[in-house]
């Protein structure tokens, strides 16, 4: 369910209240719903939810690494980094966000919501850092923690006993490192399309040498799958 019954987004209070939480400036959730296409056809709308999502992004890689290092005391260093990293790439993001309904309460233009922009993955992943950003600004680390504690509850086993701490990137930065070649470069080679539907194609480089290419909606996906393609022309991908 995209919406209420009469069409419009679900209000910041409405979600929040769904969710049993209580904001003390409502206007900092507000701000982290409101997508940039809303705020190109909207005047009432005074900024989008991009400064929101920085500032989740940098809660959410400290609490979740907080929260690996506490619940995961006999992992090493380098797993509990590949862990923290799966814990919060877009892909685990728009799964939370799914799971709170969170596209629902998501202000957006009229291109974006009839292109699907609502249950694109990219948009959701941001979304829910922009969440994130919005309750540590009205609230601190202890309320992230607590939202986020069931979340990542619910999702340890998956990631980690089907070690989707291995994400392609990690692995071949494991491995260009082993063989003395250093840390794969990723460059961001073309972008196109539209601003609310952006294709961004990345080139991954190492030791200067140009290696495999990938397309995606943001950078991070075109970087996994830049990475990916070039564990497969190297015979890495099983591995």
Not at 164 to 185: C, F, M, N, V
Request: hydrophobic letters at 35%.
């Amino acid at each position: 369910m995209a919406s209420n019954s009469d069409g419009k987004p679900e209000s910041p209070a409405e979600l929040a209240r769904r969710l049993g939480l209580v904001f003390k400036n409502l206007s900092n959730l507000t701000r982290a719903l409101t997508h940039t296409s809303y705020l190109n056809e909207n005047s009432d709308a005074v900024e989008d939810n991009e400064r929101m999502e920085f500032l989740g992004d940098a809660a959410l890689g400290f609490v979740v690494g907080a929260w690996v290092y506490h619940h995961c005391p006999e992992m090493p260093e380098g797993d509990l980094t590949r862990t923290r990293s799966a814990l919060v790439r877009n892909g685990q993001l728009a799964e939370f966000a799914r799971q709170l309904d969170l596209g629902r309460g998501l202000r957006m233009g009229h291109g974006e919501n009839v292109s699907g922009g609502r249950n694109r993955d990219h948009l959701l992943g941001s979304t829910f850092e922009a969440f994130i950003g919005a309750l540590y600004l009205d609230q601190g680390v202890p309320a992230v923690e607590k939202f986020m504690e069931p979340l990542l509850e619910g999702v340890k086993e998956r990631i980690i006993q089907r070690a989707e701490i291995y994400d392609p990137k990690s692995r071949l930065q494991e491995w260009a490192q082993a063989e003395g070649l250093g840390t794969p470069h990723y460059a961001t080679v073309s972008t196109s399309g539209p601003d609310h539907a952006k294709v961004f194609e990345v080139e991954v480089c190492i030791k200067s040498e140009p290696h495999g290419r990938g397309k995606g909606p943001n950078k991070q996906v075109a970087e996994q799958i830049a990475a990916q393609t070039t564990l497969e022309s190297l015979g890495l991908s099983d591995r």
